[in-house]
């Protein structure tokens, strides 16, 4: 009973010492307003001084208009409702079983849990590990340690016994201000006396209180006797690190104050030195107008320059007047700001004194807020001052130019009846002479132009035959050896390369090098064994444009939205990136142009987490994988379409800029290889990776694969150093049964990341797979989905993954058409070891679920795929079992036969699994009137996706 009371009373006095702290840390804020909190349990109540402390110390107005004098309830508890939504959606803190309800009835155990959030969020941000768990706290006593280093006797380590000497305090006290505590004079011999330590304590405490407006929270008697309560010396030392940053802030904007005042005093002097310097060329610009009317005759060029003369006297005279009224301005501005800054130094020498009255304190704030406005108004009249001063300078510069041409004006006076005549000759000898230079130079620049395009025309086409036939014998060599002998130096071209030298006229030579180019391709197209009259696109690779580009690499990324990651079906089509809602979506959600970006992992990302970051034109698209791999794999597809794209896109702007090609009269092409030449080009991955001589992947996704290319991708394997690859990737790349077995020997060895996706497998390929893997038992990720496996093809996969269980981490077996007895098969085979399990598209309906319970209740998946399994509630309630202590973050339920019933258990799961993040039920027909308003007054979570439709 003893121990209950002692904590119960620590508790209440705990509860006081919040009360008294956030009382004194919320004043220090609104108090520049004129409020002031004296009762927080009832002072918060119209929510008035809540969205005025929100304003002043975020420096932003509220998202929405508050009533700053409510009368009724309702618009009390408005005020509350838009602050605590500005506290949740601007400041990012997650608010739980607070509303505006508890506010306003003082309920102090949630008041104080808001302020203290605030407080960290505010004031304890900069302190390093944010809102982390024990973050602020280890970044206070950091920031500690770090203000009282090299003091004597000071040793901070924690916050229950590092402070019971008020060494720390007191050395924090002489950090502030040196003057308030001589640290050096005290005898820390006496400290040993718990009566000497009480003592200092008091007097560093009266100190705080005095001088740094942090109130008496502790009991020295508690520090030295006992064992003290850690919360108040936390929040008491809280307190200190916010008086050193208000400090801080003060100080900067006194400097600020003070730089702007000379700022002001050289914007000063600066004006007065024009208008004195445009008086004294308006002087000038009045004797020389006088000159030129005292003439006897005036040309028609000097009547001109008489004409512009008045004219820049008449703005000059303007001009002056305009800086003479800014300037006045100007000082008066100056002269409020220095009264400003005198008040706002009377206020806070009031503030801290003792005996200062409250009304007094008001007045001062009204005089304060009175000069702010007569600033503010002046501030408009005469606002982009510093800007115009700028452009008087620049002005001047031009009046000293026109002060020089006037010399030179008055000399041409003087002289002007006797040359008048000589210089309109020389005049115009000079224009005819100007004339015909130019004309001149524009034919030379014209003919300098054409032989450049037939220059770079000549240069493009050697240059794009070349490369050709550099793929044309590397080709060639690949299918003499077989695959089987590696190409030990590179194919000499120059020597092969046709001259055509002996052709005068450039059109003959690019219509006979664009027909040698033809007969290259049809050799190159029998050597790989290709039909040239096909004139689709060819089995190994192919030109197209980006609207038809064939897919580079597509799969599930997630993209990073305002607030929530939302997952997103990618499709890589040339120099765009696309995006889609659903995997089999025909519109498009958006799409990025990849024209010029940079591509990379993103740092710094939280441990379990996979993302990548494409920066275009500055601007930055963050996207998460879900797999290492499977990010490297992304990245690498990104970088070869780059790096494909930027050579292509060299050539092509510079043919686009010389038309292309050169036509005859009557619009034949006789120049330049056509687009139909490339079409029986072999796929540049394959080349590379025959010429490599070492690979830890191979990626062909959206490949067209033939029974010829298995035995040269086997046959190279083993010359790679080391001799194997651990990820094969064949997504989309009209793979079969056949193929796969000629296979079979790379899937066996080292393969940790296995991709067959949308391909043409059967149970046969499945036979292939599960003997394979027997052999291999470091396999990390297996996709397989969209190929019809059927039962027989899984429960064969199952067989070789036994051995795999505690290593396999990704498992992707969705739409294999298969129902609860090959899907049972393999979660059997694979245990709960899994991270991320996709069995969507299947027949496994409820009864099925029983046989995947040992996967579902698995310590740690992290994301399971059900959809389109035909799942009623009975099955939701299976799953809900299975997930009620998991660590199950994402959970796709789409497009089954699910009702409220169904839902409302998925609801009871959300709310006991604080670990399930995103429960996706779209597709399902679900309604229930009143049942169904309990999701959309649920504080706990929200409908990234919401779609009602009419029965």
């Known amino acids: 009973m003893a121990s209950e009371t002692n904590i119960t009373e620590r508790d209440k006095k705990w509860e006081l010492v919040q009360i008294q702290a956030f009382t004194a840390w919320m004043n220090s804020y609104v108090g520049n307003r004129g409020a002031r909190i004296n009762n927080l349990q009832t002072d918060l109540q119209d929510g008035t001084i809540l969205c005025q402390f929100l304003e002043i110390a975020t420096k932003k107005k509220l998202d929405t208009k508050w009533y700053p004098a409510p009368k009724r309830k309702v618009q009390m508890l408005e005020n509350l409702t838009i602050a605590l939504r500005y506290i949740q959606n601007s400041l990012g803190i997650r608010l739980v079983g607070i509303g505006s309800e508890d506010v306003h009835d003082g309920k102090v155990k949630l008041i104080l849990g808001l302020i203290w959030s605030l407080f960290r969020r505010i004031r304890m941000g900069d302190l390093d590990g944010g809102d982390s768990s024990g973050g602020m706290e280890e970044g206070l006593l950091k920031w500690v340690r770090e203000q009282t280093s090299g003091y004597k006797g000071v040793n901070v380590n924690d916050f229950k016994y590092s402070f019971n000497d008020a060494l720390a305090f007191a050395a924090l006290i002489n950090k502030y201000d040196p003057s308030l505590l001589n640290y050096d004079e005290i005898d820390q011999a006496k400290l040993a006396n718990k009566s000497e330590k009480e003592a200092l304590l008091n007097t560093v405490f009266d100190l705080a209180n005095k001088h740094l407006d942090i109130p008496r929270l502790l009991d020295p008697h508690d520090l030295v006797e006992g064992d003290p309560d850690e919360r108040p010396i936390q929040l008491y030392v809280s307190l200190f690190f916010h008086a050193f940053a208000t400090k801080a802030e003060r100080e900067k904007a006194e400097e600020e104050n003070k730089r702007r005042l000379a700022a002001a005093g050289d914007i000063n002097s600066e004006i007065q030195k024009i208008i004195e310097e445009k008086q004294r060329l308006l002087a000038e610009i009045e004797e020389m107008i006088e000159s030129i009317k005292g003439l006897d005759s005036i040309s028609g060029e000097l009547q001109a320059r008489l004409d512009a003369l008045l004219r820049e006297k008449k703005e000059l005279e303007e001009e002056i007047e305009t ?64 800007d115009f001063t700028e452009e008087e300078k620049a002005n001047s510069r031009k009046l000293r130019e026109t002060e020089s041409i006037s010399g030179d004006l008055s000399i041409e006076i003087s002289n002007l009846r006797k040359n008048l005549d000589d210089r309109r000759r020389t005049r115009k000898q000079r224009e005819n002479l100007n004339e015909k230079l130019r004309k001149q130079n524009e034919q030379l620049k014209k003919r300098l132009e054409v032989q450049a395009k037939v220059a770079s025309n000549w240069n493009l086409i050697k240059k794009n035959v070349q490369e050709h036939l550099e793929d044309v014998y590397t080709w060639r060599e690949v299918q003499t050896s077989g695959g089987g002998g590696e190409i030990q130096k590179p194919i000499e071209v120059k020597g092969k390369f046709i001259d055509c030298s002996n052709l005068d006229h450039f059109a003959e030579q690019v219509s006979f090098l664009n027909h040698k180019l033809s007969k290259e391709n049809n050799n190159m197209a029998t050597n790989l064994g290709l039909n040239t009259s096909d004139k689709s696109k060819s089995q190994i690779g192919g030109k197209t444009s980006n609207a038809e580009a064939p897919i580079g690499k597509s799969g599930w990324l997630q993209k990073k939205g305002p607030q929530d990651w939302r997952r997103r079906w990618f499709v890589l089509k040339g120099l765009a990136l696309a995006y889609y809602r659903e995997e089999d979506d025909k519109e498009e959600a958006g799409s990025i142009s990849l024209e010029g970006c940079e591509v990379g992992v993103e740092k710094n990302a939280k441990e379990g987490k996979f993302p990548l970051k494409i920066v275009v034109a500055g601007r930055k698209l963050i996207l998460q994988a879900e797999s290492e791999a499977d990010r490297a794999s992304w990245i690498q597809a990104l970088k070869n379409t780059l790096a494909t794209h930027a050579s292509k896109s060299e050539s092509g702007a510079k043919e686009s800029e010389q038309g292309s090609s050169i036509r005859k009269a009557n619009g034949s092409r006789v120049g330049g290889p056509n687009e139909d030449d490339y079409d029986n080009r072999p796929d540049p991955r394959v080349a590379m990776f025959l010429k490599s001589k070492s690979a830890a992947a191979l990626y062909l996704d959206d490949y067209r694969f033939n029974s010829d290319h298995a035995p040269l991708l086997v046959s190279h394997v083993p010359k790679l150093s080391p001799s194997h690859i651990t990820k094969l990737s064949l997504s989309n790349a009209s793979l079969t049964d056949d193929h796969l077995e000629a296979l079979s020997s790379i899937i066996s060895s080292h393969i940790q990341v296995l991709i067959l996706s949308k391909n043409k497998l059967t149970s046969q390929a499945g036979k292939i797979i599960g003997n394979a893997l027997k052999s291999n038992a470091g396999l990390k990720e297996l996709y397989v989905n969209d190929n019809p496996l059927k039962d027989a093809g899984l429960e064969a996969i199952a067989s070789g993954l036994e051995g795999n269980n505690k290593i396999l981490k990704v498992l992707d077996i969705s739409g294999t058409k298969s129902g609860a007895k090959g899907v049972g098969a393999v979660c059997k085979a694979v245990g709960g070891g899994l991270e991320k399990i996709w069995m969507g598209r299947n ?23 059900l959809g389109g399994n035909g799942l009623g509630d009975g099955g939701v309630e299976v799953v809900c079992r299975a997930l009620k202590g998991g660590k199950c973050e994402v959970l796709d339920l789409s497009n089954n036969n699910i009702s409220i019933q169904g839902a409302l258990s998925i609801k009871k799961l959300l709310e006991s699994n604080g670990e399930l993040g995103v429960v996706d039920l779209s597709g399902n027909k679900i309604s229930g009137g009143e049942q169904l308003s309990t999701f959309l007054s649920s504080a706990n979570f929200f409908f990234s996706d919401l779609t009602f439709r009419r029965k």
Do not use: C, H, P, W
């Open 323 to 386: 800086l003479k009224k800014k300037l006045a301005k100007f000082q008066e501005l100056q002269k409020l700001e220095e009264e400003l800054a005198d008040l706002q130094e009377a206020y806070t020498s009031q503030l801290n004194s003792e005996g200062s009255s409250e009304d007094a304190l008001n007045e001062l704030r009204e005089e304060i807020e009175a000069k702010k406005q007569q600033i503010d108004s002046l501030k408009a009249e005469i606002s982009g001052l510093e």
């Open 843 to 865: 027949a496994m309906e409820d009864e099925g679920l029983e046989g995947v319970v040992v996967v579902l209740s698995g310590k740690s998946v992290k994301e399971i795929g």
